[in-house]
C-alpha cells in the first residue's frame, strides 16, 4: 500500500514577512525617511486639528464639514496604517511582519482608499446640492439622510475590500516570504503565493477601479451641473462665491485621482517602468495626500481659517 504526502498545511499560516523598503534605492533610506516622518509629523497634526476644531465649534456642525472631519479621520488611519512603518524601514532596515499584521495593514490600506473616494464623492454631492438648490439645502440634507451616506460609505467600502482578506488566506506561502516593498497590498502579497492568483489580480484590479472610477464619473457629473449653474448666477460676484466653496474640494479631488488612476495604470501597464519608482511613488501617494488635505483645507475654506487663527491666536482677536 503506498502512502500519499502529507499536505503542508502550515503554508496556509506562513512565517513573517520582510519588508525590504525600495530595492535599488537602499543606500539612499536614511535619507528618503527624514522627509516622510516630516510629511507624517503634519499629517497627523493638520487632521487632528481640524477634527478638534470641527467637533469643538458649533458653527462648522454643517453637513459639508462633517464630511470634511470623516475624510481628516480617514486619512489618520491611512497614515497611521503604513507611513509609521515606512520610515521605520528606512532607518532601521527590513522589518519582519506577521501574516496576520500584514492582512490587517493591508485591508486598512485599501479600505482607506475606498473610503476617501466615497467621502469625496458624497463631498461632491453635498456642494451639488449646497449651489443648485440652496433654499432646499437643509430640508434634503437631513440628519437621517447624512447618516445614511455615511453608513453606505462605511459598508461599502467594506464590502469592497474584505473580500481581499479571504482571498489571500486561501493561498499557500512556500515560496519567498521577501516583499520587495515598504507595506502589504493585496497583489504584492499574492504574487508570494505558490498558486494560481489569477483571482486576485482580477479582483483587486476590477472591483476597486470599477468603484473609484464611477465615484469619479459621478463627482465630474456634479461639479459639470455646479459650473452650469455657477455660469448661469446674475453677478459676479455670486459666481466667485460659489467657485471659492468648491475650490477646496477639486484640489483634494485631483490629489487623490490623479496620482491614483496614474498608479493601477503604471501598476498594469507600465511594465517597463522601474520597480523602485513604482514603489517610491506608491509611497509618496499614501503619505502626501493625508498631509496636503488639511493644508488645502485650511488655506481655501475661511471658516476653517478664522477658527485656527482664533485657536492658535486668541489674545490678537480679543
Not at 1 to 25: C, E, H, K, Q, R
Given at each position: 500500500?503506498?502512502?500519499?504526502?502529507?499536505?503542508?498545511?502550515?503554508?496556509?499560516?506562513?512565517?513573517?514577512?520582510?519588508?525590504?523598503?525600495?530595492?535599488?534605492?537602499?543606500?539612499f533610506?536614511?535619507?528618503?525617511?527624514?522627509?516622510?516622518?516630516i510629511?507624517?509629523?503634519?499629517?497627523?497634526?493638520?487632521?487632528?486639528?481640524?477634527?478638534?476644531?470641527?467637533?469643538?465649534?458649533?458653527?462648522?456642525?454643517?453637513?459639508?464639514?462633517?464630511?470634511?472631519?470623516?475624510?481628516?479621520?480617514?486619512?489618520?488611519?491611512?497614515?497611521?496604517?503604513?507611513?509609521?512603518?515606512?520610515?521605520?524601514?528606512?532607518?532601521?532596515?527590513?522589518?519582519?511582519?506577521?501574516?496576520?499584521?500584514?492582512?490587517?495593514?493591508?485591508?486598512?490600506?485599501?479600505?482607506?482608499?475606498?473610503?476617501?473616494?466615497?467621502?469625496?464623492?458624497?463631498?461632491?454631492?453635498?456642494?451639488?446640492?449646497?449651489?443648485?438648490?440652496?433654499?432646499?439645502?437643509?430640508?434634503?440634507?437631513?440628519?437621517q439622510?447624512?447618516?445614511?451616506?455615511?453608513?453606505?460609505?462605511?459598508?461599502?467600502?467594506?464590502?469592497?475590500?474584505?473580500?481581499?482578506?479571504?482571498?489571500?488566506?486561501?493561498?499557500?506561502?512556500?515560496?519567498t516570504?521577501?516583499?520587495?516593498?515598504t507595506?502589504?497590498?493585496?497583489?504584492?502579497?499574492?504574487?508570494?503565493?505558490?498558486?494560481?492568483?489569477?483571482?486576485?489580480?482580477?479582483?483587486?484590479?476590477?472591483?476597486?477601479?470599477?468603484?473609484?472610477?464611477?465615484?469619479?464619473?459621478?463627482?465630474?457629473?456634479?461639479?459639470?451641473?455646479i459650473?452650469?449653474?455657477?455660469?448661469?448666477?446674475?453677478?459676479?460676484?455670486?459666481?466667485?462665491?460659489?467657485?471659492?466653496?468648491c475650490?477646496?474640494?477639486?484640489?483634494?479631488?485631483?490629489?487623490?485621482?490623479?496620482?491614483?488612476?496614474?498608479?493601477?495604470?503604471?501598476?498594469?501597464?507600465?511594465?517597463?517602468?522601474?520597480?523602485?519608482?513604482?514603489?517610491?511613488?506608491?509611497?509618496?501617494?499614501?503619505?502626501?495626500p493625508?498631509?496636503?488635505?488639511?493644508?488645502?483645507?485650511?488655506?481655501?475654506?475661511?471658516?476653517?481659517?478664522?477658527?485656527?487663527?482664533?485657536?492658535?491666536?486668541?489674545?490678537?482677536?480679543k
Open positions: 500500500m503506498t502512502m500519499t504526502a502529507p499536505f503542508n498545511f502550515s503554508s496556509f499560516n506562513p512565517d513573517p514577512f520582510i519588508l525590504l523598503g525600495v530595492p535599488g534605492l537602499e543606500q533610506h536614511i535619507w528618503i525617511g527624514i522627509p516622510f516622518f510629511i507624517y509629523l503634519v499629517a497627523l497634526a493638520g487632521n487632528s486639528v481640524l477634527l478638534l476644531l470641527i467637533s469643538m465649534e458649533r458653527s462648522l456642525h454643517q453637513p459639508m464639514f462633517f464630511f470634511l472631519s470623516m475624510l481628516a479621520a480617514t486619512d489618520l488611519i491611512l497614515s497611521n496604517t503604513c507611513v509609521p512603518k515606512t520610515f521605520s524601514i528606512f532607518w532601521l532596515g527590513p522589518q519582519e511582519i506577521t501574516f496576520s499584521g500584514c492582512l490587517i495593514q493591508m485591508f486598512f490600506l485599501h479600505y482607506s482608499f475606498a473610503m476617501d473616494s466615497a467621502i469625496l464623492l458624497a463631498m461632491a454631492f453635498d456642494r451639488y446640492v449646497a449651489i443648485c438648490f440652496p433654499l432646499r439645502y437643509t430640508t434634503i440634507l437631513t440628519r439622510i447624512i447618516t445614511k451616506i455615511v453608513m453606505g460609505i462605511i459598508s461599502r467600502s467594506f464590502c469592497i475590500i474584505f473580500p481581499c482578506v479571504f482571498l489571500l488566506k486561501r493561498l499557500p506561502f512556500c515560496r516570504h521577501i516583499i520587495p516593498h507595506y502589504c497590498e493585496h497583489i504584492g502579497i499574492a504574487r508570494l503565493a505558490c498558486a494560481d492568483i489569477s483571482v486576485n489580480i482580477w479582483y483587486g484590479f476590477a472591483v476597486p477601479v470599477m468603484t473609484v472610477m464611477s465615484d469619479l464619473i459621478l463627482t465630474g457629473v456634479s461639479y459639470t451641473l459650473l452650469c449653474t455657477i455660469f448661469n448666477l446674475p453677478s459676479r460676484d455670486a459666481r466667485q462665491k460659489a467657485l471659492s466653496t475650490g477646496s474640494h477639486v484640489c483634494v479631488s485631483l490629489i487623490f485621482y490623479t496620482p491614483a488612476i496614474f498608479s493601477v495604470l503604471t501598476h498594469r501597464f507600465g511594465h517597463n517602468i522601474l520597480r523602485s519608482f513604482h514603489i517610491l511613488f506608491a509611497n509618496l501617494y499614501v503619505a502626501i493625508p498631509a496636503l488635505n488639511p493644508i488645502i483645507y485650511g488655506v481655501k475654506t475661511k471658516q476653517i481659517q478664522d477658527k485656527i487663527i482664533l485657536l492658535f491666536f486668541p489674545k490678537e482677536n
